[in-house]
């Protein structure tokens, strides 16, 4: 699906026709409205940028779009596209700027901006909306979703431990691929994931950031269980079915998960691993990440953090709160969303542990539960040159002063206030050229867009 003509609504197939006479050029721009977090981390346009504009139109994708579009009942630009292919060599002539990626901007204000370089194609400016809006509107959702989640763990992390900022990278870790409706989606949610952790399983968010961002490995794991590889030993099998995961992967320095629940996990943790394997436990020098994967999520890490305490042992940190021994440690996966999390941190503090102790894995709540409307995104006209004067365009519903949008030529200043670019005086446009007719004018390593993200 790599003919960008076709990657639009089939209503804009017939807005060529639909404007003024005597129109030569539309600015429009792209914002999150609204939602439950206060900023978003915008994330994702240079991988729209690379994969889909930095390859020409052909005849070929003019003559497929013609068939589609006719047999679908509507009218189709020929005349347009083919004067596209001919004036620049099937590029488009748009100009899209941006403020950098990684930027946290608060809600309401613009992220993108889009406007035709050649009079000759207004038109453009819109036809491009469906592709561009969903290129980042996922991507910096989940980015923003996933960010959130960091300021809530960091602010426990804080509290309870005493060496934050080694702890906080991995405490978030995406279990999402799965969960999503195609690679594609795994790949961009993911990696707006790894904008905030280091932390995941979606393979296809590392080669996102490897091919878009120059990120030699964006992102990191560890060795795993699942319930087949526990289960296929049978039930009478489950202390050997763990006994084989200290076996292979246990050693100094090494980290390795195993899904305790199969069958009890108050037994697993109580019996089997600090009971019958305790001394290989706490003797291989590595580290066991116990997943609980199902039950109410805030009663089992509850019990299990004070199962783990009681027969490993650990130590009281200089905040006051308790350690786990440095050879058993906890991962929640299973129900987990933003504000499961923000509770069961809460509740282990009440309890008197460190946040340190656990880690949380997020799936389809991360990559999949996310939508437009999450933070309300949208792309609207705001300006459009009829003859030789700039005109502002806006709507303002009668019913929901929520969808009122922007109007004329915007800027973003380093306040990260939304004016008029007339209103600049000679402030700093925080919106920086990304694309124009063909080329990539702004690129970003993928360390850039972290540092970004931390300013």
């Known amino acids: 699906m790599k003919n960008i003509i076709l990657n639009t609504d089939s209503y804009k197939a017939s807005h060529f026709l639909q404007y003024p006479k005597g129109t030569r050029f539309i600015s429009s721009y792209i914002e999150a409205r609204g939602g439950k977090s ?11 940028v690379k994969e889909y504009l930095l390859t020409p139109i052909t005849a070929e994708d003019i003559a497929e779009a013609k068939g589609v579009f006719t047999a679908h009942g509507l009218p189709f630009n020929e005349a347009g596209w083919a004067a596209i292919l001919e004036k620049y060599d099937g590029y488009l002539p748009l100009e899209i700027t941006a403020v950098p990626e990684g930027s946290v901007v608060p809600l309401g204000n613009i992220l993108v901006q889009v406007t035709n370089t050649d009079e000759e194609f207004p038109w453009l400016v819109s036809y491009i909306e469906t592709a561009l809006l969903r290129a980042i509107w996922y991507p910096t959702t989940v980015a923003t979703v996933s960010y959130d989640i960091k300021q809530t763990i960091r602010k426990y992390l ?12 991995f405490k978030l870790h995406d279990f999402g691929a799965r969960g999503v409706s195609s690679e594609e989606s795994a790949m961009l949610g993911g990696m707006g994931h790894l904008v905030n952790f280091m932390g995941s399983d979606t393979v296809s968010a590392l080669m996102g950031a490897r091919r878009y961002y120059g990120a030699d490995m964006a992102g990191y794991s ?7 590889t526990i289960t296929s030993w049978g039930r009478d099998g489950e202390s050997a079915a763990y006994a084989n995961m200290i076996g292979q992967f246990g050693g100094a320095g090494k980290l390795f998960a195993c899904v305790s629940d199969s069958y009890d996990i108050y037994n697993a943790v109580e019996k089997i691993w600090g009971g019958e394997l305790r001394e290989q436990v706490m003797g291989n020098g590595g580290t066991l990440v116990i997943r609980p994967d199902s039950g109410e999520p805030l009663k089992v890490v509850r019990e299990v953090m004070e199962l783990a305490y009681d027969r490993f042992g650990g130590t009281v940190n200089a905040k006051g709160y308790k350690v786990l021994h440095p050879s058993v440690r906890i991962i929640q996966g299973d129900g987990v969303d933003g504000e499961a999390i923000g509770q069961i941190l809460a509740l282990l503090a009440e309890d008197g542990f460190s946040a340190e102790n656990i880690a949380f894995g997020m799936g389809g709540a991360l990559l999949q539960k996310p939508n437009r409307d999450t933070l309300s995104f949208a792309m609207k006209a705001s300006a459009i040159m009829i003859e030789e004067a700039w005109h502002d365009v806006y709507k303002d519903p009668v019913g929901d002063s929520r969808k009122r949008s922007k109007r004329g030529r915007l800027a973003l200043t380093e306040a990260l206030e939304t004016v008029r670019v007339e209103e600049l005086d000679g402030r700093t446009d925080l919106l920086q050229p990304v694309y124009r007719n063909g080329k990539l004018l702004k690129e970003l390593s993928f360390d850039e867009v972290r540092a970004n993200s931390n300013k």
Request: with cysteine.
């Open 38 to 48: 206060e900023a978003a981390l915008f994330f994702g346009l240079q991988a729209f």
């Open 222 to 228: 560890i060795p795993a269980s699942e319930h087949s």
């Open 158 to 169: 804080e509290l309870t431990c005493d060496d934050p900022a080694a702890q906080l990278p």
